[in-house]
């Protein structure tokens, strides 16, 4: 479904990511993980449009989108969250989902924030839809509540709704359960798995292994821009290479 062939991004002197391919299955959950630094975010910034690459290319089902704007690739089905949550605080729970309805995500979220109290007052179609989403989490009781007075667990499943609501067929999630305690982890775990996975191919970007392990299907590990391994879980946490530069020795026992 996706296929990255040769990507390259250089920050002044310092190769982000460096010459790296690889492919994505449809209806897969494609796990991204490597140290810090490795060049996950900027990997996803450029498939997203966020970045420019600065060579190689990105198609997704045969087509060509490589650095196409980020409110494009939303109309061809490519949606994402970010590792630092883009959730407009003025706006409440419902009315962000709303925003993924309307495929009004900019890539610059606070010009969405302030454009979207007059929109999303002529989409009250998309109301129960909206709804509907948030039944699916158990968020429905939120749904009033402006954005700001919420949780940071909250927020970061409300994030995952609201690239749902854009009918992605591709989403790509940075760091989804960083900062949440294990009860949250578990449950946007299975959100992940149950819900987004049922409908969508997924490229998770994370560093808990336990969840790892358990929802992908399929690994690349980087480390400095490149790729240094890739495999099912099961390969990836045997793979004294990837144990060198990222596990530790702990990940054979399951830590
Ligand atoms: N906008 C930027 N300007 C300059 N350097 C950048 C920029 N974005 C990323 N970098 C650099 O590129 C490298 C890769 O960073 P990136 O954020 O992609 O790593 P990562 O794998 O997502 O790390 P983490 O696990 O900590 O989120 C780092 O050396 C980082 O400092
Ligand atoms: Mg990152």
Redesign the pocket.
């Given at each position: 479904m996706l296929q990255i062939s040769n990507l390259t991004k250089k920050?002044g002197g310092?190769k982000?990511v460096d010459d790296l391919s690889f492919s994505v299955k449809k209806g897969t959950i494609h796990s991204i993980i490597?140290p810090?630094?490795?060049?996950?975010?900027?990997l996803v910034n450029m498939i997203t449009g966020v970045y420019k690459v600065d060579s190689g290319t990105v198609f997704l089902d045969g087509g060509d989108i490589t650095n196409l704007a980020t409110n494009k690739l939303v109309h061809r089905g490519v949606c994402r969250t970010f590792?630092h949550l883009e959730i407009c605080g003025n706006l409440t729970v419902i009315e962000n989902v709303m925003l993924g309805f309307d495929k009004y995500m900019d890539k610059n979220i606070i010009r969405s924030c302030f454009r979207a109290k007059s929109i999303l007052e002529d989409e009250k179609r998309y109301f129960d839809r909206g709804m509907h989403l948030l039944e699916l989490i158990g968020l429905e009781n939120f749904a009033h509540n402006e954005a700001k007075n919420l949780s940071y667990g909250i927020l970061k499943k409300l994030e995952i709704i609201r690239a749902l609501a854009t009918t992605p067929e591709l989403i790509l999630l940075d760091e989804p359960v960083a900062g949440l305690n294990p009860k949250e982890t578990h449950e946007v775990s299975e959100l992940i798995k149950t819900v987004v996975a049922d409908e969508v191919t997924i490229i998770l970007v994370e560093?808990d292994m336990k969840m790892i392990m358990k929802i992908s299907d399929y690994i690349t590990v980087?480390n400095f821009g490149k790729k240094l391994a890739q495999g099912t879980p099961t390969q990836i946490v045997n793979n004294e290479e990837v144990i060198k530069a990222y596990l530790g020795s702990g990940a054979l026992h399951g830590k």
């Amino acid at each position: 479904m996706l296929q990255i062939s040769n990507l390259t991004k250089k920050f002044g002197g310092v190769k982000a990511v460096d010459d790296l391919s690889f492919s994505v299955k449809k209806g897969t959950i494609h796990s991204i993980i490597g140290p810090n630094g490795a060049g996950k975010t900027t990997l996803v910034n450029m498939i997203t449009g966020v970045y420019k690459v600065d060579s190689g290319t990105v198609f997704l089902d045969g087509g060509d989108i490589t650095n196409l704007a980020t409110n494009k690739l939303v109309h061809r089905g490519v949606c994402r969250t970010f590792q630092h949550l883009e959730i407009c605080g003025n706006l409440t729970v419902i009315e962000n989902v709303m925003l993924g309805f309307d495929k009004y995500m900019d890539k610059n979220i606070i010009r969405s924030c302030f454009r979207a109290k007059s929109i999303l007052e002529d989409e009250k179609r998309y109301f129960d839809r909206g709804m509907h989403l948030l039944e699916l989490i158990g968020l429905e009781n939120f749904a009033h509540n402006e954005a700001k007075n919420l949780s940071y667990g909250i927020l970061k499943k409300l994030e995952i709704i609201r690239a749902l609501a854009t009918t992605p067929e591709l989403i790509l999630l940075d760091e989804p359960v960083a900062g949440l305690n294990p009860k949250e982890t578990h449950e946007v775990s299975e959100l992940i798995k149950t819900v987004v996975a049922d409908e969508v191919t997924i490229i998770l970007v994370e560093h808990d292994m336990k969840m790892i392990m358990k929802i992908s299907d399929y690994i690349t590990v980087m480390n400095f821009g490149k790729k240094l391994a890739q495999g099912t879980p099961t390969q990836i946490v045997n793979n004294e290479e990837v144990i060198k530069a990222y596990l530790g020795s702990g990940a054979l026992h399951g830590k």
